[in-house]
Each structure stands twice: as C-alpha cells, then as structure tokens.
C-alpha cells in the first residue's frame, strides 16, 4: 500500500491436470502444471462528509483492477507453453474484467461502525476506528466502548460454546 491509500493483494495458485489412462481405469497421468498469479488492485480513502450537527467520517474501498499477473503452463516434461499462456491469460483476464462491474465501492463510517454481534458477548463494541496511509503500510487504530448486555444471547451461547 502507498501513502497515497492504493492497495494490491496477489494470491498465487499452483494447479496440476491430470488425464485419466486409457485403459487403466483410476491411473492418472499429470497433462499440465499451472501457476498462477491473480492481483486485486485498488484504493482506499477517507471521506469527509459535512452534516448538520458534526464533521462525519467514512472510509471507502473501491476495486479497481482484478487480473491475471502471471500464468506459467508445463508440459510433463518441463517444457513451457508459451501460446497456451498467452491464450489463458487473456481468456481469464476478460472474465475478470466482467467480474469487477459488478464489485461495488464499499463505505464504511468511521464513528460508531457496525459491530458484530460477538463483540457484545465479550461486554464491547466498535466506537470509532482510524486510517492513517504511511508509505508502504496502513495505521488502523479502533476505539471501544463498554456494552452492559449483549445484543442478542442466542448468538452468545453458540458463540461461548465455539470457543470452548
């Protein structure tokens, strides 16, 4: 992440084909090796909206790129393949591409944000959180605030019981 709050998480995936035998029923022979590298890209901001009593804060997310970095194909024996590279990387960047119309920006207030519901089992909750972009990395700080019942027992008791 950069100070200026644009962000980019890559996953790596490695994924092996295999091709059942022809006349061995249940014996597998590896077709192709794959690895693969998928970035998500995008920014995040501190929105400052004006109301009539105070100053409200929101911090906001918003996708912008979702694509394939890198993508390396094998044969069995190691040799490369390099058009079926090319082929797969733009067939599963386009799908990509559709995949992020439909990711929405995300807003999130900062002062009083929502709070899970496990939280108040544990006699807390979310007050306000913080954002601060440094180079390289982002401060969150939060601030809680004390509960006198939880917000709903049944959830409690699962919960309670979970963590035994």
């Given at each position: 992440?950069?100070?200026?709050?644009?962000?980019r998480?890559?996953?790596?995936?490695?994924?092996?084909?295999?091709?059942?035998?022809?006349?061995?029923?249940?014996?597998?022979?590896?077709?192709?090796?794959?690895?693969?590298?998928?970035?998500?890209?995008?920014?995040?901001?501190?929105?400052?909206?004006?109301?009539?009593?105070?100053?409200l804060?929101?911090?906001?997310?918003?996708?912008?790129?979702?694509?394939?970095?890198?993508?390396?194909?094998?044969?069995?024996?190691?040799?490369?393949?390099t058009?079926?590279?090319?082929?797969?990387?733009s067939?599963?960047?386009?799908?990509?591409?559709?995949?992020?119309?439909?990711?929405?920006?995300?807003?999130?207030?900062?002062?009083?944000?929502?709070?899970?519901?496990?939280?108040?089992?544990?006699g807390?909750?979310?007050?306000?959180?913080?954002?601060?972009?440094?180079?390289?990395?982002?401060?969150?700080?939060?601030?809680?605030?004390?509960?006198?019942?939880?917000?709903?027992?049944?959830?409690?008791?699962?919960?309670m019981?979970?963590?035994?």
């Amino acid at each position: 992440m950069d100070r200026n709050g644009n962000f980019r998480f890559a996953v790596n995936l490695g994924l092996e084909i295999a091709v059942e035998k022809e006349f061995k029923p249940g014996h597998y022979d590896p077709a192709r090796s794959m690895y693969m590298s998928l970035q998500l890209k995008g920014k995040v901001q501190v929105k400052e909206h004006e109301s009539k009593n105070k100053n409200l804060r929101k911090v906001a997310i918003f996708p912008k790129a979702f694509e394939v970095g890198l993508l390396k194909i094998f044969k069995p024996d190691g040799e490369e393949m390099t058009v079926e590279q090319m082929v797969m990387t733009s067939g599963i960047n386009v799908q990509l591409e559709q995949v992020l119309k439909f990711a929405k920006p995300q807003e999130m207030p900062m002062r009083n944000p929502p709070s899970p519901k496990e939280l108040s089992c544990l006699g807390i909750k979310l007050a306000d959180f913080n954002v601060l972009f440094r180079k390289g990395y982002a401060e969150l700080s939060v601030d809680y605030k004390k509960v006198k019942k939880p917000e709903d027992e049944a959830v409690c008791a699962k919960f309670m019981e979970a963590m035994k």
